[in-house]
């Protein structure tokens, strides 16, 4: 048994998202996202599922917040709707909207946790993404007056801001892959998108200075760490477009003012460009206060001319995955947070890391030891991680409880918390009793 014993001022927390949790689809003046309509296109999630009713956090929040209370986090990060605040996109503020979000942060706050929050995890007002999304600049500025509402509606209550989360999934995942809504697949609007959600980064965070607004903010980009098959220099090159499209692709341009110059390159072999205008650069590289990162697993990468856009194809190595199939393996994360350093020792969340375990009840209780496995592993390396010196501020575990996992539905199950979908009834898990511990102790006790 080890001991790792974390810093006094460590952030605990849980993170969710407004689609995945909240359902009240049609109230509470509401207006339609891009999931809404993703959702319901036969074949896109499985079972058809859709989060009309989810979680039904928008009518059980104040239970949601027993839970967190009793798990004993200081931190909460959750998602704002967009299609809550304004159903049209760039239209009427719906003030019913902001009241239910002014309610659920009082009660945050009262409860003695600090909210996180993030301005976009993926629920884009339908009216915008039919007028182009991300790929026009009125989605853009619709984006910029969205933000704007929520600092001056917020401001001293919510002191943690991310202006998107993983751009990655908005930008390639939704647009090149298609797994994702609004489910194009072209690389030239993938492109796009990824250069819309930069500029509408950036002037979010120039208005989020202009106004004064209290806090820090951030984005919280996804990780895909990767290692070479072999060392021959086409399996590194495979590994480091894979790595530099979920990273360099957008910290570059936020802190260095330019993408990465070989994955431009790269992409006008493909015959795609970067649709940069004049000032774009210096309006994306405004200073940010922190990074969120999302890390889930890691891959053994190799070079291979018909896997996809980047050439770059994942080895299976037999490694133990969680239920969604992807491998376990905690080391990733200590490689990619030194790779993260070539940024400077910014202040770095890890504002999601869990596994998808589909234990269900059992006698009353779910034994999710593979779980608590996992966690165990992560936050060794997040503990060697702090050790070496870098700036690792907090940690919060996707999920709170079982969610809407986009394209797979209600299947795959993150939660400490389980959701019995038909009655809504939640039941902490064994590895949320071992969460609570950790925190409480703040120090991780390994079992071996
Ligand atoms: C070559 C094919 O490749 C397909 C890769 O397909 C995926 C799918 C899904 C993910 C994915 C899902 N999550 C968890 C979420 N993060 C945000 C929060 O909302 C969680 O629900 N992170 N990454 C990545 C890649």
């Given at each position: 048994m080890t001991i790792f014993q974390f810093p006094q001022d460590f952030r605990w927390g849980t993170a969710t998202a407004s689609y995945q949790i909240?359902?009240?689809?049609?109230?509470?003046?509401r207006g339609v996202s891009i999931w809404d309509t993703f959702a319901r296109t036969?074949?896109?999630?499985f079972n058809g599922?859709?989060?009309?009713?989810?979680?039904d956090s928008y009518h059980r929040y104040e239970e949601d917040i027993e839970l967190m209370k009793k798990l004993g986090i200081n931190t909460y990060r959750f998602s704002i709707a967009w299609p809550r605040i304004i159903p049209d996109g760039d239209g009427e503020i719906n003030r019913e909207g902001l009241d239910f979000y002014h309610r659920f942060v009082d009660k945050l706050l009262e409860a003695g946790i600090e909210p996180f929050c993030?301005?976009?995890?993926?629920?884009?007002?339908q009216v915008l993404e039919d007028d182009?999304?991300?790929?026009?600049?009125r989605t853009v500025d619709a984006f910029v007056k969205y933000a704007e509402v929520i600092f001056k509606e917020f401001t001293g209550k919510i002191k943690f801001w991310l202006t998107f989360n993983e751009p990655w999934c908005i930008a390639f995942l939704s647009n090149?892959?298609?797994?994702?809504?609004?489910g194009n697949k072209d690389l030239q609007t993938s492109l796009n998108v990824a250069h819309g959600l930069l500029v509408a980064h950036g002037k979010a965070v120039q208005s989020f200075r202009r106004l004064g607004t209290t806090g820090q903010i951030g984005i919280a980009p996804n990780v895909c760490w990767a290692e070479p098959y072999s060392k021959s220099p086409e399996d590194q090159a495979a590994c480091d477009r894979s790595i530099a499209l979920n990273t360099d692709w957008f910290l570059d341009p936020i802190y260095?003012?330019?993408?990465p110059q070989f994955m431009v390159d790269w992409f006008a072999q493909a015959g795609a460009t970067v649709p940069i205008q004049e000032g774009d650069m210096e309006i994306i590289s405004q200073p940010i206060d922190l990074l969120g990162i999302n890390y889930y697993t890691m891959g053994i990468n190799r070079f291979n001319?018909?896997?996809?856009?980047?050439q770059s194809e994942e080895v299976d190595m037999g490694l133990t995955k969680t239920d969604i199939g992807w491998p376990i393996e905690s080391r990733g994360l200590y490689e990619f947070m030194h790779y993260l350093q070539k940024y400077g020792n910014v202040d770095v969340y890890i504002t999601e890391n869990g596994a998808c375990i589909n234990d269900d009840l059992e006698n009353g209780k779910i034994n999710d030891d593979r779980r608590i496995s996992y966690y165990e592993q992560h936050l060794a390396q997040i503990h060697r991680i702090i050790n070496d010196?870098?700036?690792?501020k907090g940690y919060m575990a996707w999920s709170l409880m079982d969610n809407?996992?986009?394209?797979?539905?209600?299947?795959m199950r993150f939660g400490l918390v389980h959701v019995d979908?038909?009655?809504l009834v939640r039941t902490p898990k064994e590895s949320y009793y071992w969460y609570q511990n950790v925190i409480k102790n703040n120090w991780l006790e390994t079992r071996n």
């Open positions: 909240e359902g009240a689809a049609q109230e509470g003046g036969p074949g896109k999630v599922d859709n989060g009309d009713v989810a979680c993030t301005l976009y995890h993926w629920d884009l007002p182009g999304g991300w790929g026009n600049r090149l892959l298609g797994i994702h809504a609004p260095k003012g330019s993408y001319p018909e896997a996809g856009v980047l010196g870098i700036n690792l809407f996992e986009w394209a797979e539905g209600y299947r979908y038909r009655s």
